[in-house]
């Protein structure tokens, strides 16, 4: 990777990004994500506690108030741990339609194109599995429960100066502060390369992946997804551009995602959250279905795609 190879990446990312986070916060000052939550709130609840139909409609706008608002009922004793895993379980197709409309579209889709959708479609079947999991079993559960209509009747989509100005202002609010971050371990990663360091790593690595079929670069990759899957997603741009096959493409996003996870996520970012909002045992089971479970089928998806392109 030369000097130029690193320029187009960093600005292409920025772009794409910025863009992004426009788009995203056009669709939450418009309204429109609030038309999709109710259309979405209406397929999920059948199968969910009634007390927690909200809940798949909040992942589409903020994970976290999903959880402030689950954590409160629980706590309350308006509904059972299991009721919050079925719950938390059928929001994850809520979160894959908020990744899609607020990153893999915006954002990923510039960088990489078709393989783009490739990796919703592969990623999406998986929530969808979980999802029909849990109408099968919620509705059985809860049929003898009254489900009330979530109220979203009134919703006014919203076009004017205003919003368009609000959206860039809170876009760029955003990209900004994520521009900072970026460039930071972009830079680290750099330096990684450009002293060799990260190609160090890759030969410790190399036994391991090599009966994935992985050479150098893609070695490269699922080392920089364990630090950053989104600078992966950069080299991944540059494998595409080297004429990779997309089995491989799509093997390494799934395994350095997987990776990343089950390496780094779980113990610096979830689990101290999820610890800070439930008891300690539901916290741990939420880990498991919400970290672990996504996390091993994408390392194993990831292995058998790799084995596809070999």
Known sequence: MGLLDFLNLYFSSIFSITFGYFIAELLNETNLIKLIGKKTSKIVKLGIHPSLSIIPTLYLVSPRLAHTNASA??????????????????????????????????????LLGV?????????????????????????????NIEINDFNLNNINIRFSKDVLKNS?????????????????????????????????????????????????????????????????????????????????????MFLGNGLFVLTYEWWTRILPYYTGLYPKDVALKLLIIQAFLPSIYCVLLGIFLLKLAT
């Open 168 to 252: 860039i202002i809170k876009g760029l609010k955003l990209s900004i502060d994520f521009i900072v971050k970026f460039t930071i371990i972009f830079l680290i990663m750099v330096l990684m390369i450009s002293f060799g360091l990260l190609e160090k790593i890759s030969i410790i690595l190399f036994p391991i992946f090599k009966n994935l079929g992985l050479d150098s670069l893609g070695i490269s990759y699922i080392t920089a997804s364990i630090i950053s899957p989104r600078i992966a997603y950069g080299i991944a741009k540059i494998m595409l551009g080297y004429n990779y096959s997309i089995y491989t493409i799509l093997g390494c």
């Open 73 to 110: 009922l629980l706590k309350r004793g308006e509904i059972k741990p299991f009721d919050l895993y079925g719950a938390i379980l059928a929001s994850n197709f809520s979160l894959r339609i908020m990744y899609i409309y607020k990153y893999y579209l915006p954002v990923l889709f510039p």
């Open 115 to 143: 393989v783009t959708l490739y990796f919703i479609g592969l990623r999406i079947i998986f929530d969808i599995f979980l999802l029909v999991v849990v109408i099968i079993v919620g509705r059985k559960k809860y049929k």
